[in-house]
């Protein structure tokens, strides 16, 4: 009989083999939950014997931590804790841990691939195709990338690879607002160091890679989009909540900027009638900017290899919610 309970409480990836094959051998049996766990009371009923959580987006708050008696450790699959109450868990000893490094060149290809969708406006030229119209002479508001200021909000590792590979279109220039990211850290690479308004008012492209902090939350609103440029394009591949969605689909319909590409909702699924929804220059995909087989496999690893330390009585490697 296993000693240990493993339970996943969002399930979706194609199979658990990873996690069972890493597990199994330290006493866990790895259980998978028969739907998504998605408000507090599934998860409690789910994993009301688990030693370990794995999770995704799941809610693990205050009542559910304080609901599951033997848990020792929750592992997330990906980066971003906003739905783990980390201080519960550090007051009741419990590991926090997640997957740091395993989609940096995935979201920075899809931030890309949005970015430069919205530049060619892509979406609305193929909708025309399928509907008849083939334009060979349009005048549209395209340009050409090299020559661009490109902003970042946010400088983190994912933002630095995306950086690194849009540096092959030869930007004008790459200004940065991070307040935890030195100007000299940024010189180095390149960039310069600016205030979050010179980058709204001067950047042409603005890809967003911030935490969701409170700090954050609406950081881009609609005070924010009235600074940009009415030719300027927004990416956001980090969290939902740092855009005001309803305030973008505003300044969107009304020719403020010029496009959006987002990948990240402040409510996921995007309700259907969410007025973005309705916008033909924003380009919405549904938070799959970390997604590819390889990055599933570093990411289902990771998750599963934190588990195991402490399973086996050792402290994780990417431990966030240090006592």
Known sequence: MARYKVVVINPGYESY?????????????????????DTEDRVIATAKEADAILVREGPVTRRVIESLDRLK??????????????????????????????????????????????IRTLSVRDRNVRNGIFETDIVAEIHRTTGRNLGIIGYGKIARVFHRKWQGF??????????F??????????????ELDTLLETADYISIHAPLTPKTRH?????????????????????GAIIDTVALAQALADGEIF???IDVFEKEP???DHPLAAIPNAILTPHLAWYSKES????????????????????????INRW
């Open 170 to 179: 030869l930007p004008d220039r790459v200004l940065i607002y991070d307040p």
């Open 17 to 37: 083999d990873i996690e069972r094959s890493l597990l199994e051998p330290v006493g866990a049996e790895v259980l998978v939950a028969e739907s998504d766990c």
């Open 73 to 118: 450790v929750i592992a997330r699959y990906g980066v971003g804790v906003d739905n783990v109450d980390l201080e519960t868990a550090r007051q009741r000893k419990i590991y926090a841990c997640i997957v740091p490094n395993y989609g940096n060149e995935d979201v920075s290809d899809h931030a890309m691939a949005l970015l430069l969708a919205c």
């Open 296 to 319: 599933t496999r570093d990411l289902q690893t990771g998750a599963a290899m934190e588990v195991k330390r402490v399973l086996a009585g050792e402290q994780p490697q990417n431990w």
């Open 181 to 194: 990211v030195d100007g000299a850290t940024i010189a180095q690479a390149g960039a310069e160091k600016v």
């Open 259 to 261: 496009a959006a590409g």
């Open 219 to 239: 950081l881009i609103d609609a005070a924010a989009m009235k600074k940009m440029k009415s030719t300027a394009i927004i990416v956001n591949t980090s969290r």
């Open 270 to 272: 995007l309700p259907v």
